[in-house]
Structure formats: C-alpha cells, structure tokens
C-alpha cells in the first residue's frame, strides 16, 4: 500500500506564501495521479492541483491558477504544492490524496495540515 504524511501548513499573512510538502512511501510504483485537495469549514472538499506521477501533466482549479504551483520529485517521493499570493479564503485544511493503478478515485489520503491565512 502508499502512504502519505503532508507537512508545511501553518498560520502566514494575506498575500504570503507557504509550500506544502507531501512525502509518500510504500508501494509509490502502483501510483498514478497525486492530487492536493483542500476543505474550509462549511465547504465541501475540493480537488485544487493534480500532477501526473511518471507524466508531465498537470491540473489547477481556477479558484488557484496562476498562483499555486504543483511539483514533484519521483527520487525523492514528495509532491510540493508552493502557494503564493494567498487570500483569506484560501484557509483550510489541505489533503494530500494518490491515486493508484486501478482505482477510478483518489482513495489514499493524508492526515491533512492546516493552512490559515490571516487578513
């Protein structure tokens, strides 16, 4: 199976940046896409970026286009997620989550950090 520990969230000024770092171990070969998600209270969860593990491909929610990016180092076994210019409503605990060989969905997660960003 894969796990994932996400770190970096924490309290940062509107208008900072913050990089979330997602580190995976296990059987990371069966993994296909890893996707950052987040959840404000009240809101349901979103997926925001998505990066293809072997490809080059990558995917942005309009809500963060243009000022999160999405990286990865396969060596290494870690997704980044870099946030810059953030908002207020960017607040929220943000999710790593894999998804394998097989599986339609996400379906391995992380246990979440939180992101505050204060106005």
């Known amino acids: 199976q894969v796990q994932l520990i996400e770190s970096g969230g924490g309290l940062v000024q509107a208008g900072g940046s913050l990089r979330l770092s997602c580190a995976a171990s296990?059987?990371?070969?069966?993994?296909?896409?890893v996707g950052w998600f987040r959840q404000a209270p009240g809101n349901e969860r979103e997926l925001i970026a998505a990066?293809?593990?072997?490809?080059?491909?990558?995917y942005y929610a309009d809500s963060v286009k243009g000022r999160f990016t999405i990286s990865k180092d396969t060596q290494q076994k870690l997704v980044y997620l870099q946030m810059n210019s953030l908002k207020a409503e960017d607040t929220a605990v943000y999710s790593c989550?894999?998804?394998?060989?097989?599986?339609?969905?996400?379906?391995?997660w992380g246990q979440g950090t939180q992101v505050t960003v204060s106005s």
């Open positions: 296990g059987r990371t070969f069966s993994m296909v896409d």
């Open positions: 990066i293809n593990w072997v490809g080059p491909r990558t």
């Open positions: 989550a894999a998804k394998l060989l097989g599986m339609a969905q996400y379906e391995i």
